[in-house]
């Protein structure tokens, strides 16, 4: 099995920063692209950022300009830097990790999550 590790989050002031923290580990995995959700209380689970391993980035509009997803060489961790948070970042950040198993299965690992809270 894959398992995905999330760290990082905690409660921050309105304007500070975070950086969140995603590592795999487990069964061999190719890892294709690894993302970062977030889960606000009462609201859906919407997408934050991805990277693929060719490089490619992309962000939600809503954290484009403030949010910095990067990932290591082996792509086996992904970190996403967040400065000038807001108030409306309030949520529960999860990993997700897409790829293929070692059989050649495409495979889709969720982590458990990590709060973070913007307040004052």
């Known amino acids: 099995q894959v398992h995905l590790v999330e760290s990082g989050g905690g409660m921050v002031q309105p304007g500070g920063s975070l950086r969140l923290s995603c590592a795999a580990s487990?069964?061999?995995?190719?890892?294709?692209?690894m993302g970062w959700y977030r889960q606000a209380p009462g609201k859906e689970r919407e997408w934050v950022a991805t990277?693929?391993?060719?490089?490619?980035?992309n962000y939600a509009d809503s954290v484009k300009g403030r949010f910095t997803i990067s990932r290591d060489n082996a792509m086996t961790t992904v970190y996403l830097q967040m400065y000038n948070l807001k108030p409306e970042d309030t949520a529960d950040y999860y990993c997700?990790?897409?790829?293929?198993?070692?059989?050649?299965?495409?495979?889709?690992?969720w982590g458990q999550g990590t709060l973070v809270t913007v307040s004052s």
């Open positions: 990277i693929v391993r060719g490089g490619s980035i």
């Open positions: 997700k990790a897409a790829g293929t198993d070692s059989t050649g299965r495409p495979l889709e690992v």
């Open positions: 487990g069964s061999p995995f190719s890892v294709n692209a």
